[in-house]
């Protein structure tokens, strides 16, 4: 049964350690909230600002998509409730007067953006412009406001990305990277997982267990695993069929292509299928399904809509339960019936659970319909063994009640049946 080790592992550990004097934050990024209340002119203030991140290997704030948006709002208001202060969150955007339009500090062109008119922000960047401008996040709506010409009170925040890679998410796959030779969406998860784990685990990001139909996927996939230091192994999504030495892939495509090392698949080592990460070949091997090992997980780039519920009846004693999404949103609310044989009770185990403490809540009652209310939980738990039981009713309802779900990965339980006392 997956245990709390290996989401405490999923959550954290998979991502990169921060440098001291910064707090992880979410996707690996760690930050530091570097000066407050700096004063900073119009002219040169950012390029300031950039040599203040850079003595620390960092980068200023940037906003790629409305993940990142929803993000820096919400720091913004913790620390400014009252945008009456004027002092705001600093944006690592600067002026290309070349290409007359604004990017950010890392030379990427804005695509998204939170104003009301882009030709507007585009123009204080024309080459017969005289504006200087720096831009901020309001905390009382979000939106981006530039002061020009002017010197204005900022906080610095640094960020500190995940460990460099060349696979960087584009727009259409979120937080896995594109493959553009095949058009698929691709994630790698470090945390080792047994076949049923990852499947679960892929199945939450909206995704499925990564099938390969040529040489140039593997390799793409294998330098993925490559980068974020997986050289030990690489569980794919494929399993035997039971007809010899065939095997399918667990997504239903077809089986047209495969990379067996010399001698195997071998009868009896097992049914599942690894990539052997630390040779250029990216080779296969069969082993058994228990081991666990990290994995890989794709999708289509189309598939980026909000996670869905599947709150269905869950009568499988040990199931695993995610809130939709986990770990990389919390934000869609789904019910879990969890039902048990009869005469049991039923017993539910918090594996993780981070919600925001003001507005998200895991709400555990008896019964199918809502009934007595077992268990309201809120901000974050990872205590192995803490279990919630029923007090007569083979059901339990888990209802995940996110409001925000900004910034918290969600919860994950299992459930098990359990004689009457």
Known sequence: MLR????????????????????????????????????????????????ICGDAHAQTVIIKNQEDQ?????????????????????????????????QWTDGSAVKFNYLEGKEIFDSVCSTDSNLACLWFINPTGGEWNGVCNDAVAADLYCVVPHAPTTFV?????????????????????????????????????????????NK???????????????????????????????????DGSNWDYDNFAPGFPIDGLGDCVAMETNNAQGQWINLDCSTPLPFACARNPQDTTEPMCEGNLRSESGDIIFSPGFPTSASVPCDYIMKVDPGMLVEVEILFLEANS???????????????????????QNN????????????MRASWQPTSGINVKGMVITFRGVPKK
Request: aromatic share 10%.
């Open 4 to 51: 709390l080790a290996l989401f405490a592992s999923l959550v954290y550990a998979t991502w990169a350690t921060c440098p001291n004097g910064y707090e992880l934050v979410r996707n690996g990024e760690c930050y530091e909230k570097t000066k407050s209340n700096v004063k900073l002119s119009a002219y040169g203030g950012i390029d300031d600002y950039k040599r």
């Open 70 to 102: 929803d993000y820096w709002e919400s720091v913004a208001k913790a620390n400014h409730p009252n945008a009456t202060d004027h002092t705001y969150l600093l944006l690592g955007l600067e002026c290309n007067r070349t290409a007359a339009k604004m």
């Open 169 to 213: 998410p584009d727009e259409e796959c979120g937080s896995f990277s594109s493959d553009e030779d095949n058009g698929m969406c691709y994630q790698v998860i470090a945390t080792p997982a047994n076949r049923t784990e990852a499947t679960a685990i892929c199945r939450s990001f909206g995704s499925s267990f990564a099938s390969i139909h």
């Open 216 to 250: 140039e996927v593997n390799s793409f996939i294998r330098r993925m695993a490559v980068s974020r230091g997986l050289v030990n192994g690489l569980m794919l999504g494929a399993t035997a069929t039971g007809k010899g030495n065939t095997y399918n892939w667990n």
């Open 358 to 380: 003001c507005c998200d809540h895991l709400i555990l009652s008896e019964g199918t319909l809502g009934g007595a209310v077992i268990a309201d939980l809120t901000g974050e």
């Open 384 to 395: 192995n063994g803490t279990v919630f039981t029923t007090k007569s009713q083979n059901f």
